[in-house]
């Protein structure tokens, strides 16, 4: 895995290449089943309770420590990029910006992903540390031989 980078205190991009195709892994971002197999902030289990993955809707995802993370798609390129709002304990509440692009690369993809708004460099390494072990996560499951 590449390591994070940041364009400023206050936004993350995190790098990640996965032996798995373009199809698949933008596939585990936008279904319940999936999503629920990875997005487990630092371990917690976590519960899609909405998800509507199209320009205008939304998603909320419950976590075992009772609190929940929301957002709304901005963006739904098919395969290629999502753009969506963030919000939950990590960002105290306030709406922050994810963009996760999809570069398909023959036997693997690249995700790219950039969470902008952090409101300050504490909030950022939040954001860092609970990514990089959420994309570690979705690398396990795609490495394996579960139907996503």
């Excluded at 990875?38 to 199209?54: E, F, I, K, N």
């Excluded at 693997?108 to 409101?119: K, M, S, Y």
């Amino acid at each position: 895995m590449i390591p994070p980078v940041s364009h400023d205190d206050t936004t993350l991009v995190v790098r990640r290449q996965f032996a798995a195709s373009r199809e698949r892994v933008f596939h585990a971002w936008v279904t319940p089943e999936a999503l629920q197999q990875w997005l487990r902030p630092r371990g917690m289990a976590m519960t899609v309770r909405s998800l509507d993955p199209r320009v205008g809707g939304s998603f909320c995802f419950d976590l075992e420590n009772g609190t929940s993370i929301v957002g709304t798609y901005l963006r739904f390129d098919l395969l290629e990029k999502l753009i969506f709002t963030w919000s939950g304990t990590a960002t105290r509440e306030q709406e922050t910006i994810v963009t996760v692009d999809f570069i398909d690369l023959g036997a693997a993809t690249e995700v790219i992903l950039t969470h902008e708004g952090l409101t300050a460099p504490e909030r950022r390494l939040l954001a860092e540390s609970g990514w990089t072990s959420m994309l570690g996560t979705l690398g396990l499951v795609l490495s394996s031989s579960h139907d996503l």
